[in-house]
Nanobody, 126 residues
Framework: QVQLVESGGGLVQVGDSLRLSCAAS????????MGWFRQTPGKEREFVAH????????YYGDSGKGRFTISRDNAKNTVYLQMNSLKPGDTAEYYC???????????????????WGRGTQVTVSS
């Protein structure tokens, strides 16, 4: 069983930066592709970023391109999301998720990810 715990959210001002962390436990972390998603009330979950198990492949949704960077430290069983130049539209609950083999992976599709954290709230104030 894989458990994911997000941290690092908070209340920031427009233009600020935040780094979210997602600590994983259970199983072999380096075997899992990891993703970040976000959601606001009444809207569907939105893909933000994805990273392969080795960290060699990274993908971004439209919301994350150019301002967000996903990374991982397999020695620490942790994946990160560095968010820069934050905007009010980035306000959301942010979730990390793990794709565990042999589940088929379709990058950015929430059904591809087996395990989810409980989320961390990011609020960007203008």
């Amino acid at each position: 069983q894989v458990q994911l715990v997000e941290s690092g959210g908070g209340l920031v001002q427009v233009g600020d930066s935040l780094r979210l962390s997602c600590a994983a436990s259970g199983g072999s972390f380096r075997d899992y592709a990891m993703g970040w998603f976000r959601q606001t009330p009444g809207k569907e979950r939105e893909f933000v970023a994805h990273i392969s198990g080795s960290g060699g492949n990274r993908y971004y949704g439209d919301s994350g391109k150019g301002r967000f960077t996903i990374s991982r430290d397999n020695a620490k069983n942790t994946v990160y999301l560095q968010m820069n130049s934050l905007k009010p539209g980035d306000t959301a609950e942010y979730y990390c998720a793990a794709n565990v083999p042999p589940r088929t992976l379709v990058v950015g599709r929430s059904y591809s990810y087996d395990y989810w954290g409980r989320g961390t709230q990011v609020t960007v104030s203008s």
